[in-house]
């Protein structure tokens, strides 16, 4: 398979996923442990939640078009956003099922066949997770980076359980089956809060991260001893693409070929540094006040004195 695009490796996810339900079914039915059947509830939501992915994935790079000249980028956010509802429903699935045995513990049963199977499913969840948050910072997806912070909670989570199970064989204090299925559900519905946030986050346009912004602000500062002044920088992120507008005041006496081809420079030089990005600039005069009129919003850069 080519693992050249994002939606790619959303066919390992959902057959991982197929692989850690009938793992962690099998260890819930052999055990009766309520810890590992939070982990098969989860190895389910981890399966809505990667075809949720491979839904969003192809959306989400489907080419531009008249209804939407920027793309579908922002498909990427209802994946994030659906899993991060899904981890919450889930957490809240577990506190119900393990709050009773708190006050009525079950024995657990075949502890060693449980963990194996626990243990299998594990390393499966490990070993994808690092691959789609090596993919997904590659190639700029936050569905994947969602689903691979998903899938190693789970595997923290999962050691927490197995962890629970073995003290439980060592003290015979059946509480703390229930009492880690408790820990577990808490941790994950921290987890989906978190993810939540994140996908509103890009829904409401953030800015790109301060890092991004330097570098471009770096490049303007190349020009900047020439005479040539920018300000009114924008910046957005929308799924794997990044947006940036702003101004640029040249000298009134350049001519439009000479402001056009310094801006293309520009842009150039600022996709080249941030590869996937869609630069916009807009040319004004130097000299003319109007040109500062929209510095206000810009706390960024400062009119040479003779402007202010």
């Not at 889930?90 to 045995?101: L, N």
């Not at 190349?222 to 940036?244: D, K, W």
């Amino acid at each position: 398979m080519n693992f050249s695009t994002a939606r790619s490796y959303t066919y390992l996810s959902i057959a991982a996923a197929l692989m850690t339900i009938a793992l962690n079914t099998g260890a819930y039915f052999l055990t009766g442990s309520v810890g590992l059947l939070s982990d098969a509830l989860e190895s389910g939501i981890n399966l809505v939640a990667a075809l949720a992915a491979f839904w969003a994935l192809s959306f989400a790079h489907a080419p531009a078009d008249e209804d939407h000249p920027f793309g579908h980028n922002k498909a990427e956010y209802f994946s994030s956003g659906l899993e991060s509802i899904l981890i919450i429903i889930t957490a809240i699935g577990i506190a119900v099922v393990a709050w009773p045995r708190l006050f009525s513990p079950h024995p657990i049963e075949q502890i060693g066949w449980g963990l194996f199977l626990s243990l299998i499913a594990t390393a499966i969840n490990g070993g994808v997770a690092w691959i789609l948050l090596r993919a997904g910072r590659r190639l700029r997806s936050i569905t994947l980076r969602t689903d691979g912070h998903h899938l190693l909670t789970d595997v923290w989570t999962s050691v927490g359980i197995t962890v629970g199970i073995f003290g439980v064989k060592l003290t015979g204090w059946l509480i703390l089956d229930p009492l880690i299925a408790l820990i577990v559900a808490v941790s994950i519905l921290f987890s989906g809060v978190r993810l939540l946030r994140e996908t509103g986050a890009g829904l409401l346009d953030t800015a790109l991260p301060n890092e991004e912004r330097d570098r471009i602000t770096s490049i303007f500062g190349i020009y900047e001893p020439q005479g040539i002044h920018f300000h009114a920088l924008r910046t957005r992120v929308s799924g794997s693409r990044r947006f940036a507008t702003f101004h640029v005041l040249v000298p009134g006496g350049l001519t439009v070929q000479q402001g056009h081809d310094l801006c293309e420079e520009v842009e150039e030089a600022i996709v080249h540094a941030l590869p996937g990005t869609n630069v916009v600039s807009h040319m004004e005069p130097l000299e003319d006040p109007k040109s500062w009129a929209d510095l206000e919003l810009d706390r960024t850069f400062d009119p040479p004195t003779s402007f202010k």
